[in-house]
């Protein structure tokens, strides 16, 4: 049984370019969450995605944008990067039908902005 | 009020020793507490979790306690071992739509062998 999965795994852009991450719940799970995790600190919640409609959404400016495919697989978008993007973006997914606590997180994408 | 704290920053502890953790969070619909371990270069994986009817739970070496008056809650790990090295967070939920789960900063844990 896979996991959660995400591509890709490293990223380099510089200032003003955009970018997709992508990422594949868990077999069964219909719920996938988006951080950023800065270097040394605790991952920040950026939008919740269910049924393929952003259901919650932290802090974060509407450059950071989602979507949720009929799949239940997900991508995070980000527009016009600053260097404070610079993160590891990780993907937790979980079973909204069933007990939701139980978050599954991938091993993240870690992006670097020049 | 959607914070949660967490301390120390890090932690050496000595093989066979007790690890504590600590937590603490303000927004009282926060109604459940889970504890993530992360090992370098992987995504936090959940250790134990615990909502706030319940005082304490273990899971083998592993033990929340939970002061719900206080708003605090910690983490311990009996018979702490080397492969226990890795950074620690607490995290709060809401109990609202979404459930966004709120992380501490997080704590580094060294096990000296």
């Known amino acids: 049984d896979a996991g959660v999965t995400q591509s890709p795994t490293h990223l380099i852009k510089t200032r003003g370019q955009q970018v997709t991450l992508r990422c594949s719940p868990k077999?069964?799970?219909?719920?996938v969450s988006w951080y950023q995790q800065a270097l040394g600190q605790g991952p920040q919640f950026i939008f919740q995605?269910?049924?393929?409609?952003?259901?919650q959404r932290g802090n974060f400016p509407d450059r950071f944008s989602g979507h949720q495919f009929p799949n239940y697989s997900s991508e995070l978008n980000v527009n016009a990067l600053l260097l404070g993007d610079s993160a590891l973006y990780l993907c937790?997914?979980?079973?909204?039908?069933?007990?939701?606590?139980?978050?599954?997180f991938g091993p993240g994408t870690r992006l670097l902005v020049l | 009020q959607q914070q949660v704290k967490q301390s120390p920053q890090s932690l050496i502890v000595q093989k066979g020793g007790i690890s504590i953790i600590n937590c603490a969070y303000e927004?009282?619909?926060?109604?459940?507490f889970p504890w993530y371990q992360q090992f370098p270069g992987k995504g936090p994986a959940l250790l134990i979790a615990?909502?706030?009817?319940?005082s304490e739970k273990k899971e083998g070496r592993f033990t929340i306690s939970f002061n719900k008056s206080a708003k605090q809650f910690s983490l311990h790990i009996m018979d702490s071992q080397p492969g226990d090295s890795a950074t620690y967070f607490c995290?709060?939920?809401?109990?609202?739509?979404?459930?966004?789960?709120?992380f501490g900063a997080g704590t580094r844990l060294f096990v000296k062998a």
């Open positions: 927004n009282t619909a926060f109604d459940y």
């Open positions: 077999s069964g799970h219909d719920t």
């Open positions: 995290a709060a939920r809401g109990n609202t739509g979404g459930f966004k789960t709120i």
């Open positions: 995605y269910y049924e393929e409609e952003e259901r």
């Open positions: 937790a997914s979980s079973d909204n039908r069933g007990i939701q606590e139980t978050q599954y």
């Open positions: 615990i909502r706030p009817d319940v």
